[in-house]
T-cell receptor
Framework: AQSVTQLGSHVSVSEGALVLLRCNYSSSVPPYLFWYVQYPNQGLQLLLKYTSAATLVKGINGFEAEFKKSETSFHLTKPSAHMSDAAEYFCAVSAGNNRLAFGKGNQVVVIP | DTGVSQDPRHKITKRGQNVTFRCDPISEHNRLYWYRQTLGQGPEFLTYFQNEAQLEKSRLLSDRFSAERPKGSFSTLEIQRTEQGDSAMYLC??????????????FGPGTRLTVT
C-alpha cells in the first residue's frame, strides 16, 4: 500500500522567504504524486502533479516540486512567500489503484 | 464547468439520527470518490465509483455507511445511526476518463458533519 509522510504540522515562514514543504512517499509501483492546498472551510485545490513525465513540475501560484526517485521525495517549494499562501498543504500519492493516500498536511503561516 | 458541488455544506445532527449528503461531480467525469477528513488529518479514502458501479470500499466504511451513484451522475452518502466519531468533513471528488489524467482528482467544498 502507498503512503505519504509530511513532517512538521505547522510551518512558519516570513513574507518574501523561501517556502519548503517536505514530502516522502512509499509505493511499491511507480507513483503519481500530487500537492493540494486547502483554505479554511474549503475543499482541496490541486497545486501540481507528477505523472512520470518531467521530474521538475511547475504548478499554480508560483509553486514547484521535484520528484526524486532515489530519495522517494516530492518536496514543494516557492521562492518567495506571499501572505495569500497561508493555508494547509497536503501531499498525496496514487499508485494506480484509484485512491489517493494523503499526508497529515502542513499548516503554513506567513509572518509579515 | 462549475466544479464539484456538495450539499449541504454544514449538517448538525443528534447522535442516532440518519444523515444523507449529496455530491454532484464535474459533468462527464466518470469517476467519483468520497473521502473523510478529521481535524488535523489529511483526507482518508472511503469509496470509489466508476460510472454507477461502486468498485472499491475502504475498511473505514462501516455497515452504517452506504453510498450510491444510481445513474452515474450525482452520488449520495448516507450515514445511519450517527455517532459522535462520525463528526468530520466529508469530501467528494471526481476525475475524468482520460488515461493521463485519470488519477487527478478535483474536490468539492465538502460537507461538515457535527454529531451532538
Amino acid at each position: 500500500a502507498q503512503s505519504v509522510t509530511q513532517l512538521g504540522s505547522h510551518v512558519s515562514v516570513s513574507e518574501g522567504a523561501l517556502v519548503l514543504l517536505r514530502c516522502n512517499y512509499s509505493s511499491s509501483v511507480p507513483p503519481y504524486l500530487f500537492w493540494y492546498v486547502q483554505y479554511p472551510n474549503q475543499g482541496l485545490q490541486l497545486l501540481l502533479k507528477y505523472t512520470s513525465a518531467a521530474t521538475l513540475v511547475k504548478g499554480i501560484n508560483g509553486f514547484e516540486a521535484e520528484f526524486k526517485k532515489s530519495e522517494t521525495s516530492f518536496h514543494l517549494t516557492k521562492p518567495s512567500a506571499h501572505m495569500s499562501d497561508a493555508a494547509e498543504y497536503f501531499c498525496a500519492v496514487s499508485a494506480g489503484n484509484n485512491r489517493l493516500a494523503f499526508g497529515k498536511g502542513n499548516q503554513v503561516v506567513v509572518i509579515p | 464547468d462549475t466544479g464539484v458541488s456538495q450539499d449541504p455544506r454544514h449538517k448538525i445532527t443528534k447522535r442516532g439520527q440518519n444523515v444523507t449528503f449529496r455530491c454532484d461531480p464535474i459533468s462527464e467525469h466518470n469517476r467519483l470518490y468520497w473521502y473523510r477528513q478529521t481535524l488535523g488529518q489529511g483526507p482518508e479514502f472511503l469509496t470509489y465509483f466508476q460510472n454507477e458501479a461502486q468498485l472499491e470500499k475502504s475498511r473505514l466504511l462501516s455497515d452504517r455507511f452506504s453510498a450510491e451513484r444510481p445513474k452515474g451522475s450525482f452520488s449520495t452518502l448516507e450515514i445511519q445511526r450517527t455517532e459522535q466519531g462520525d463528526s468530520a468533513m466529508y469530501l467528494c471528488a471526481s476525475s475524468p476518463r482520460t488515461s493521463l489524467t485519470s488519477y487527478e482528482q478535483y474536490f468539492g467544498p465538502g460537507t461538515r458533519l457535527t454529531v451532538t
